[in-house]
C-alpha cells in the first residue's frame, strides 16, 4: 500500500512480513548459556525505500513495527551508513494475542519501552539512558494512573517518589 498526497509528505507504506516480494525469511536456532536452543524467525527488509514511513504486519495482521527507514543517519556528527529504522516502535505480543509490550528507539538509541497487563492497560514505563541504555527510572501505573517513579542512580540501585509528593 502507498499513500502520497504532496510532494513534501513521507511516502507511507504498510507491509506485510509474509510478503516474499518485501521481506527475506531466515529460520535459525539460537543457544543461551544454561537455556534450552530455541527457533528463531528472523525478517530482512528486500530493497528498503528510504525515506518512507513503514507500518510492517505479521502473519497474524498485527502491527509489529512503524517508522521512518533512513538508508543513511547522522548523530552527533557520526555518520551510520547501515540501513535502518533509527526512530521506531516496536510492538510484543503474547501468546494470547494481547499486546505485552511498545518499545522506543531515538537516534537509533533505546528510549522507553511501556508494559501493558491482561486488560491493556498501561502498568509501567522503564526510561533507558540514551548512550549507555542502562535503566534510568522506571513510572509504575495503576489504572492507568501514575503510582510512583523509581530513579535508578546504579544497577539495581534506585529510590522511589511516590505520585503527588
Same mark, same amino acid.
Request: proline share 2%; no cysteine.
Given at each position: 500500500?502507498?499513500?502520497?498526497?504532496?510532494?513534501?509528505?513521507?511516502?507511507?507504506?504498510?507491509?506485510?512480513?509474509?510478503?516474499?516480494?518485501?521481506?527475506?525469511?531466515?529460520?535459525?536456532?539460537?543457544?543461551?548459556?544454561?537455556?534450552?536452543?530455541?527457533?528463531?524467525?528472523?525478517?530482512?527488509?528486500?530493497?528498503?525505500?528510504?525515506?518512507?514511513?513503514?507500518?510492517?504486519?505479521?502473519?497474524?495482521?498485527?502491527?509489529?513495527?512503524?517508522?521512518?527507514?533512513?538508508?543513511?543517519?547522522?548523530?552527533?556528527?557520526?555518520?551510520?551508513? /547501515?540501513? !535502518?529504522?533509527? *526512530?521506531? +516502535? &516496536?510492538? %510484543?505480543?503474547?501468546?494470547?494475542?494481547? #499486546?505485552?509490550? @511498545?518499545? =522506543? /528507539?531515538? !537516534?537509533?538509541? *533505546?528510549? +522507553? &519501552?511501556? %508494559?501493558?497487563?491482561?486488560?491493556?492497560? #498501561?502498568?509501567? @514505563?522503564? =526510561?533507558?539512558?540514551?548512550?549507555?541504555?542502562?535503566?534510568?527510572?522506571?513510572?509504575?501505573?495503576?489504572?492507568?494512573?501514575?503510582?510512583?517513579?523509581?530513579?535508578?542512580?546504579?544497577?539495581?540501585?534506585?529510590?522511589?517518589?511516590?505520585?503527588?509528593?
Amino acid at each position: 500500500m502507498y499513500f502520497k498526497e504532496h510532494s513534501h509528505d513521507i511516502d507511507t507504506l504498510k507491509v506485510y512480513q509474509n510478503d516474499t516480494a518485501v521481506f527475506r525469511k531466515e529460520e535459525m536456532i539460537v543457544k543461551h548459556p544454561e537455556a534450552k536452543p530455541k527457533l528463531t524467525v528472523r525478517y530482512e527488509l528486500i530493497n528498503p525505500k528510504d525515506g518512507a514511513y513503514y507500518f510492517i504486519y505479521n502473519e497474524k495482521k498485527q502491527l509489529v513495527k512503524e517508522g521512518e527507514y533512513t538508508a543513511q543517519y547522522k548523530y552527533e556528527g557520526i555518520t551510520y551508513d /547501515q540501513g !535502518d529504522f533509527y *526512530n521506531s +516502535k &516496536t510492538y %510484543f505480543y503474547k501468546e494470547n494475542g494481547n #499486546l505485552e509490550t @511498545i518499545h =522506543y /528507539q531515538e !537516534d537509533g538509541r *533505546n528510549l +522507553k &519501552t511501556e %508494559f501493558f497487563d491482561r486488560d491493556k492497560q #498501561l502498568t509501567k @514505563i522503564r =526510561y533507558f539512558h540514551k548512550k549507555t541504555s542502562d535503566t534510568d527510572k522506571i513510572e509504575v501505573y495503576k489504572k492507568e494512573k501514575l503510582k510512583e517513579t523509581r530513579i535508578y542512580k546504579g544497577f539495581n540501585t534506585y529510590y522511589t517518589v511516590k505520585a503527588g509528593e
